[in-house]
């Protein structure tokens, strides 16, 4: 079976020799053959019969913004995803904790704020914090699910680290796949980028002749369909299967009819960016890259242009895996999760990429379909986190969690989307003061129904307000307005507990142990 990958791999093209000898070199190819056959194959008497209890699709997308037809884009087209919404619940109001991978899906995976997992950068694990804490899919698998990942679930460097393990915590899985495909393998010598040689962290993009199924996503989405099909023969035993799409993450590689959907003089470029900067402390506009003075006008909607295409790619790969899902008859007796790891900007307030607090950079998708739950096709409006996945699907599948736990369980408003929960959401994310030193200060943001609330260090280097009543785009800072103050001082004491809530009970972040195992599987 694992020489069916290899070979599709291989038979694809696209697997150089290095990269060849790490995902199958002598004790990995034993190693794998041997975790999928104790994994799907062999029988577990020891666990309790588990037929009834639900499956885990866990799908994520990198980088992934809010533009998506089902979430009332005007351009960008997710059929997909559309159709996902339409069988569960889609939550307007959803946010990751830090805008970066790593930070990120450590805290989402973990189920603790990064005050709590340590985890404030990416290249790090939180068994450098917390070794002894279970993971979400460690407590499935504690529970006798069956784990697996394919790609991007902890952080990996985008799009160095594709075909490796990246900067993965084995204790969460029983099986990994990681396939690389022509984006990261061929095509790299062709991408524009306005740093030349560089992909991940900068913004570079390129319209593939190849088809999905060369690229890393295509690759993904035919590794999902293998092994959902193993699973389906085991009714047995429960799945938990994490699918981590790359794209849209930079660089922004999709085959080329995608990019014509998007005809380039057609893109938004947006408009006023000095007027709106004018009333922004400056750390807001912290996570500017110099490079990006590059960009022009042409350039910027090339730019959207691609990030559209790969959204639009994604989803068609998200769509194949569903469509195994229901082919294989296994739809019935799943839970799905589709989300991504934090937001993105796309030139609003003059700023790219991530690492920022506002509405585009700190809210997610998130789609959660549990069969035979609420109505379907609903929305659910009260601010919620990437924090609550954890809860939520262990409650789900009736899975035992660890205590200390930070976020909610979303089952009431998957029951009935217009419950209401804890009424807010809050994103954190750093500044440096003095990068040489290593000094650095937070921005912490409130999210409630219709409030974004920001303080920088405390409010002594600014704070922000918007009022999404009548501001979704966040362009009028009502913080020094007199009118404001009482609404102020309530938002920022609510802020005050929100981040209180952030960390762990000793009230001191845990360090990362230096004589703890680092991960080094990224540069094999
Ligand atoms: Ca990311
Ligand atoms: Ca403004």
């Not at 194949?320 to 799905?336: S, Y």
């Not at 217009?418 to 999210?447: C, D, P």
């Not at 129904?449 to 009028?476: S, V």
Request: aromatic share 10%; net charge neutral.
């Amino acid at each position: 079976m694992i020489n069916s990958i290899e070979f599709r791999l291989r038979g694809a093209g696209v697997v150089p020799n290095t990269l060849d000898q790490f995902i199958f070199s002598r004790s990995s190819i034993f190693f794998r053959w041997l975790l999928v056959f104790v994994a799907i194959l062999s029988t577990f008497p020891g666990y309790a019969c588990t037929a009834e209890r639900p499956n885990v699709l866990f799908l994520i997308s990198d980088d992934l913004n809010n533009s998506l037809s089902c979430y009332g884009h005007p351009l960008v087209k997710t059929p997909n995803l559309d159709k996902l919404a339409e069988r569960g619940v889609r939550f307007e109001r959803a946010y990751c904790q830090f805008p970066l991978c790593g930070p990120s899906r450590n805290s989402m995976l973990t189920g603790l704020h990064p005050n709590t997992t340590g985890i404030l950068r990416n290249s790090q694990i939180f068994r450098q914090t917390i070794p002894s804490h279970h993971s979400l899919p460690q407590a499935f698998r504690l529970e006798g699910y069956f784990a697996g990942r394919i790609g991007k679930l902890y952080h990996y460097n985008v799009p160095k680290s594709i075909g490796t393990n990246g900067h993965d915590d084995p204790g969460s899985w029983e099986l990994e796949l990681n396939p690389a495909g022509c984006d990261r393998l061929e095509e790299e010598p062709h991408i524009f980028s306005l740093k030349p040689g560089q992909f991940g962290g900068t913004l570079s993009w390129y319209a593939s002749p190849k088809s999905d199924q060369y690229h890393t996503d295509g690759l993904l989405a035919a590794d999902a369909e293998w092994v959902l099909e193993r699973c389906a023969r085991r009714s047995d035993r429960p799945f938990f299967l994490a699918v981590g799409f790359y794209r849209p993450h930079t660089p922004y590689v999709s085959p080329k009819p995608y990019f014509d959907r998007y005809p380039e003089k057609e893109m938004p470029v947006v408009q006023g960016v000095k007027e709106d900067q004018a009333d922004l402390p400056s750390p807001a506009l912290g996570s500017y890259k110099k490079e990006q003075d590059k960009l022009t006008d042409e350039l910027r909607r090339q730019c959207v242009q691609a990030y559209y295409a790969s959204t639009t790619f994604m989803d068609a790969q998200v769509g194949r895996v569903l469509d195994a899902l229901d082919r294989l008859g296994l739809a019935e007796n799943t839970i799905i999760v589709f989300t991504s790891d934090h937001g993105y900007h796309l030139g609003e307030h003059g700023l790219w990429q991530k690492m920022s607090v506002f509405e585009e950079s700190a809210r997610v998708p998130l789609i959660i379909a549990a069969p035979k739950m609420g109505k379907k096709g609903g929305v659910a409006k009260d601010p919620v986190g990437l924090i609550d996945l954890y809860p939520t699907l262990a409650e789900l599948c009736g899975v035992k969690t660890p205590e200390n736990l930070q976020g909610q369980s979303l089952v009431p408003m998957l029951k009935d989307p217009s419950a209401t929960g804890r009424g807010w959401a809050v994103t954190q994310v750093s500044r440096w003061s003095n990068k040489r030193q290593g000094a650095r200060f937070f921005g912490y943001s409130l999210r409630t129904p219709r409030w974004r609330y920001t303080e920088w260090a405390q409010g002594k280097q600014g704070r922000e307000l918007y009022d999404h009543d009548a501001d979704p785009r966040e362009l009028k800072n009502l913080a020094g307005k007199s009118a404001y103050v009482e609404t102020i001082a309530q938002l920022s004491m609510q802020l005050r507990k929100a981040v209180n809530q952030t960390f762990p009970a000793s009230g001191e972040t845990p360090e990362l142990q230096p004589a703890m195992w680092a991960p080094n599987l990224t540069n094999p």
